[in-house]
């Protein structure tokens, strides 16, 4: 196997005696698209200041592409770093704030101009090349200090919430432009985000932090549909979360006994977890209005609709159970033509496919 581009050996970080990093080992593969994703204060930046060389490690090691980058500053290691406020310098065109870097190193006339003309045409601001950044969007100055961090060609891109600063749409589309870019020049990039959504889509793989530790690492899919974490689950979108007693595991499943859902077999997070709590997703909740019969397999339950939402793609209806307990259920709007949402105090059946329910601990 190829050595990985980023290996981060039991790493903390201290400020005074506040830990913002702890025991963090993490291997970032070749050519990997990968998320640091976590909320506010969970020590993203720190890690990611710490890969760029910004700050030194408390402990342990991070070694870029096998060599330890314990004494190597920030400018002489393979890397470039687009910080969480991008900056970009107010007094020079477009195409100088890109060349910038390569005019440092010394590079040649010819060269600087070949690459920053090649670097333009990547972030597609061909035309913007001799505007100063006061002239631009924001969007554009955010594909300016793009440009200037891939046109020296770092191994390794390190991108702090590079996109915070965009409105949804224009976000959207930077999300399908990185991708894109990561493709077209094959070097990995490390983009630090609390954006859930973000990171699901834009990610090969992510690393989800909660008080400086990484609690799982994995896919997209695999973080969605099998957090192993309870706070994993609920920082990756919305879940619904009904309690239960452990009767026996076996190999991957237990077999569980819940008030609402009976004797039931589910999968479990990991081969540790013996006890916790059930977990389903809104998408995977099916309600039946006009059906009270539950499908093959399925507990159907008796709800109430307290409230919708609408979101013209798709609805979230909140409801609660007999006993009181809430679920969230969220259904695509799939007709044009269609009838509104059922007002509150509509009954509905709520179908759950034990399939789709999963033990994670508390
Ligand atoms: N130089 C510093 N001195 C003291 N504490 C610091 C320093 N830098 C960061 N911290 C603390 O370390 C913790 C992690 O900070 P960090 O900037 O890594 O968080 P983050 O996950 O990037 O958060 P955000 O999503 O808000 O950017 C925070 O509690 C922060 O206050
Ligand atoms: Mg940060």
């Given amino acids: 196997m190829s050595e990985p581009a980023v290996r981060i050996e039991g790493v903390a970080k201290r400020f005074g005696g506040f830990v913002a990093v702890e025991d963090v080992s993490l291997d970032i593969p070749k050519n990997a698209f990968f998320a640091l994703l976590g909320p506010s204060g969970c020590g993203k930046t720190t890690l990611l200041r710490m890969i760029g060389g910004f700050e030194a490690p408390s402990e342990g090691r991070i070694l870029i592409d096998g060599d330890d980058m314990a004494r190597v500053p920030p400018n002489r290691r393979p890397v470039n770093m687009v910080f969480q406020s991008y900056a970009v310098f107010p007094h020079m065109s477009v195409a100088d704030n890109i060349a910038y870097g390569l005019k440092v190193a010394g590079a040649s006339k010819a060269e600087i101009a070949a690459k920053v003309e090649a670097a333009l045409a990547q972030v597609r601001l061909e035309s913007f090349a001799g505007r100063k950044p006061a002239q631009l969007s924001g969007g554009q100055r955010q594909r300016v200090a793009l440009a200037r961090a891939l046109v020296k060609r770092p191994k390794l891109l390190l991108l702090d919430e590079p996109l915070s600063a965009l409105d ?23 983009i630090v985000t609390h954006d859930q959504e973000e990171a699901l889509s834009m990610a090969t793989e992510i690393a989800v932090m909660q008080k ?26 919305a879940s619904n979360v009904l309690p239960c007693r452990v009767v026996n ?8 006994e819940s008030p609402h859902l009976g004797r039931i077999r589910v999968e479990r997070a990991t081969p540790a977890t013996r006890d916790g709590v059930l977990l389903v ?36 209806v909140y ?3 007999d006993d009181g307990t809430r679920l969230q259920c969220s259904r695509y709007n799939t007709n044009r033509i269609a009838r509104s949402d059922p007002p509150p105090g509509t009954r509905t059946g709520i179908g759950i496919h034990p399939d789709d329910v999963l033990l994670v601990g508390a």
């Fill in 319 to 321: 409801l609660h159970l």
């Fill in 212 to 237: 400086g530790r990484i609690l799982q690492r994995a896919g997209p899919r695999r973080l969605y549909e099998h957090p192993e974490h309870r706070f994993v689950a609920e920082f990756i979108g």
């Fill in 281 to 316: 997703r809104p998408e995977k909740l099916r309600m039946a209005f006009s059906t009270p019969e539950p499908e093959p397999g399925e507990v159907l339950l008796d709800a109430t609709i307290e409230q919708t939402a609408y979101y013209g793609d798709l609805s979230f």
């Fill in 168 to 190: 949804k749409k224009l976000r959207e589309e930077m999300q399908l432009e990185l991708v894109r870019l990561q493709h077209e020049v094959g070097i990995t990039f490390v």
């Fill in 249 to 256: 595991t076996d190999g991957a499943h237990a077999l569980v």
